[in-house]
């Protein structure tokens, strides 16, 4: 036995802090997270010194200079892109004129597309920032603003392999409209050593000299296209061509080009997340609900298969031979006594209770002696554990029907009857009965009350319907005991030996029935700390029966349908969609939180309401009171993660090859169903 591996917790933690890292930054550049859209009213006029209408502005000192374009000249100006479908052709009508321009991008855009940004490189094109995201600095926060500027010379560096000194603010067109809060953003890129150029009036004749402003659309390729066909303008030129400065592009630093290739990757990555993201979320809700109306018309299918003869179908006899019961008890003073004593009141005729003391340090055997019944006997042996109680359980039985149940649970009068039923069958091998929560009025209880009525009951009338039961519960389940010989007793290969048997009994051809009207109360955990490792047992010692009946979905006959109908629903529905859960879980947090919260609220109180209809028809079927169901809700927000993170603890377990040992839990004694005041058919238990 190897101590269960915990760092892989450090290693969930890595992978989750990474995806909302990459979540985060995709949702920065969509604008989606620390949102700056919109532009603020102007409170204030731009200054005097600035009001001239010159396009072209330079801050610092104190001082405040303007220039335009001269007479006859157009300094020709693309904002935003680069876009894949008009970029091109806007370069390649420039080039038909051979002329070069100033394209204004966002970083964003050119990270995404960096061949796009080397062709206007090397076409001889003047290239400035347009911001990252084209997010109105004005009303972006201090962090945001900085980073439009930075990251968006970072890709620049690392699509282009330039610098640039050029910055037009996104929401602007004329010097005039950078009035108010966009007049501290121009003066704060001012001081970073930014030249501002905005564009002149759309009164201003090209002949007169201007500064254009084109997007990288289709209306503003027509609109350039029909500017380069004025034959008043003389010169089309780059914003610094015109005013008759040096180039303003310079080449990036080599660390800054290796920044910017990074930079590409991590958006690349980003965004292929997302995208990959949310196909999953898809799928994974998609398949969610489709397990849920599975769920329902397989439940459906069953009931009427229960009310309906079919002719031809031969009418099977009571069966009423003796039943020996074994009874594993592991320190179950709390509830030994209240097992026992409804076994007893059975309404089935002849029985054989054989308690097995699996060396228990209370007064487990005490209690069950003292019964003072002649149909129990107690056998003591040495801690061996569940199988091994059972295997010598086996040894002491009379009679040719066994049944198993676990110490903590209570049967209703009629339940023993009606489980043995099904075995009047020639090629059933073992049922499974109904097993009911006991101690279900906290929270938690009330959570495991649904899950055990939607989860675990409406489960087994989909997989009678299938034929490929692969759980006999170790709280009711009825055998035939030559079967149970047959494959060797209960094997102790696995922490779930109930799993493990029932798979066993498949593959040597024996069929597996679920019987709804046999109840048995049981005791479920009352922590959180039991039930994790409850269920980590329980899922751990299920990949345990998997792998070593995988071979199962080669077979043939009723292995082989087993194998391929079961196998693969566990393996599809209990491990592969849990693992992904988490993650899952975090990308529909930030699409209710960063993307459209209505359309991701209206796509989560869908699947609510499908599960709540499920967990209502699951209700009735079992006659239990709907009043569990206000529950249900809650459940999605704590009871499902824990149960995601007990898959992802026996995977990972699995996968590092330790073996586990038995947990033992805390035993209260109150799976007595009388305690209950919500039982349905009080009364008629009571009587």
Known sequence: ???????????????????????????????????????????????????????????????????????????????????????PRVLGLLRAYHVKATFFVHGSRAARHPELMRRIRDEGHEIGSYTYTGGDLGAASPLRARLELSLTQTALAGTAGVRTRLLRLPHTTAADTLCGAEWAAAERAAAEGYLLVAADRTSRKPWQGVVSQFSQTELGYREAKALLRDRSVQRFTTVTGGLGRPFRNTQAPLAQRLEGKGLIWAQDLGHAFTTVMAWALGVAGALSVLRLLMLVVFARAHVRRLHRFRPGTPRLRAVTEPVTVLVPAYNEEAGIAATVHSLLASTHPHLQIVVIDDGSTDGTAAIAESIGDPRVTVVRQPNGGKPSALNTGLAHTRYDIVVMVDADTVFEPEALARLVQPLAHPAVGAVSGNTKVGNRRGLLGRWQHLEYVIGFNLDRRMFEVLECMPTVPGAIGAFRRDALMGIGGVSDDTLAEDTDLTMALWRAGWRVVYEQSAVAWTEVPGSLGQLWRQRYRWCYGTLQSMWKHRRSVLEMGPAGRFGRRALSYLCLFQILLPLFAPVVDVFALYGVLFRDPTQAIVVWLGCLAVQMVTAAYALRLDREKLSAMWTLPLQLFVYRQLLYLVVIQSVITALLGTRLKWHTMHRAGTADPYLLEDVPDRDLLTK
């Open 1 to 87: 036995m190897r101590r269960p591996p915990r760092g892989h917790w450090a290693l969930l933690l890595l992978v989750l802090t990474v995806v909302i890292t990459a979540l985060a930054f995709e949702g920065w550049t969509t604008h989606e997270v620390d949102s700056a859209r919109s532009k603020r009213p102007c409170s204030t006029p731009i200054p005097r010194a600035a009001d001239t209408g010159d396009p072209v502005l330079r801050i610092g000192d104190g001082r405040i200079e303007t220039a335009g374009m001269p007479a006859g000249t157009v300094a020709l100006t693309f904002d935003g892109g680069p876009d894949p479908q008009w970029t």
